[in-house]
Structures are given as C-alpha cells and as structure tokens.
C-alpha cells in the first residue's frame, strides 16, 4: 500500500513539473506561446490516446503488471530527456514528455483500483482517498522544489539566453 500511495505522489510531482518546464523550454528554444502549450498538449494527448490501452494491459496482465509497464515507459522518457538536453531539439522533448504521460497513464489506471482492493472492501474508499491526498501533497510541493532545480543552478539569464543560438 505504501508503494502504491508512493506512486500517486510521483505521477502528482511530474505534473506540476510542466509548468516550471515551459517557460524554460520557451526562452531555450525561443517558442511561441501557441509552440510552448505543446508540452501540455504532448501530455494529455498521451492520456488520450494511452487511456485505453492501459486498460486492456491491466485487464489482460493484472493490476502489478500494469504498474511495473507504467514505471518502465516513464523511467524511458525520463532518460530521453539526457539526449534531448544534448540534442538541443524541442521536438525530443515533446517525445520524452510523451512517453513519460504515457507511463502515467498506465500508472494512474492500475494504482486507483489496486489501492481499493488493497484490504477490506469497507475501507476501501479511506484507502484511495488517503492516496490520492499524496497527489495534492505533491501540487503543492513540486512548483517550490521545481523552481530551484530546473535550470536554475549556475545559469545566469544571459546563459539561458543563449542556449537556442548554440543548437
């Protein structure tokens, strides 16, 4: 139960990472607003198009195999964002933050019934509300801890400047 409320938290965290990431994408790669609302689109596009599937995975696999897909596929797009860093390509990006919500998908569909029936049938809905309550904690704590990680240590604004002109 500890690991599935961990994963609430987790997929709670990546996303309010997004708003931290956009401004940062927008000065790097000198977008548009309308090319920066792409990153939130790649997500819930993958949410979209992932929401099914990641039912047929957790029907045919169970609620276990499903979780271990989800970690792997977002694991994948967490190191892609090591080549797109190196790559300097908005477009990689958008893919790895694809598969990452893809991942998420898949973790957020198996990890809410899989809480429920983690005990008595009548403690169930204590069980997913508890859960679930890590996602907020971690609304409120991933924008405060974002904004001192994300591309803050050691670049001043004349480097962030700068990043879009050596791509």
């Keep these: 139960f500890i690991l599935i409320t961990s994963l609430f938290f987790l997929w709670g965290f990546a996303h309010n990472l997004d708003p931290i990431l956009i401004p940062h994408l927008k ?9 920066s609302t792409l990153v939130d689109s790649a997500v819930f596009i993958a949410y979209f198009i992932m ?8 029907k045919k696999y169970g609620y276990k195999i499903g979780i271990i897909a989800g970690l792997l596929l977002f694991a994948a797009g967490s190191f892609l964002f090591i080549p797109a860093a190196n790559t300097q390509q908005y477009n ?6 694809f598969i990452i919500a893809c991942g998420l998908t898949i973790l957020e569909t198996a990890a809410n019934p899989y809480a429920s029936s983690l ?8 069980r ?9 904690l971690a609304a ?14 050691g670049y001043a604004d004349a480097d962030l400047n700068t990043m879009s002109e050596t791509a």
């Design 27 to 35: 000065r790097s790669f000198t977008l548009t607003t309308t090319q």
């Design 51 to 58: 929401a099914l599937p990641a039912g047929f995975i957790i």
């Design 140 to 153: 409120a704590l991933a924008p405060i801890i974002g904004a001192r990680i994300i591309l803050t240590k």
């Design 119 to 126: 005990g008595p049938v009548e403690t169930s809905t204590q």
């Design 92 to 97: 990689f990006f958008l893919v790895a933050l």
């Design 128 to 136: 997913l509300n508890f859960s679930q309550s890590f996602n907020g």
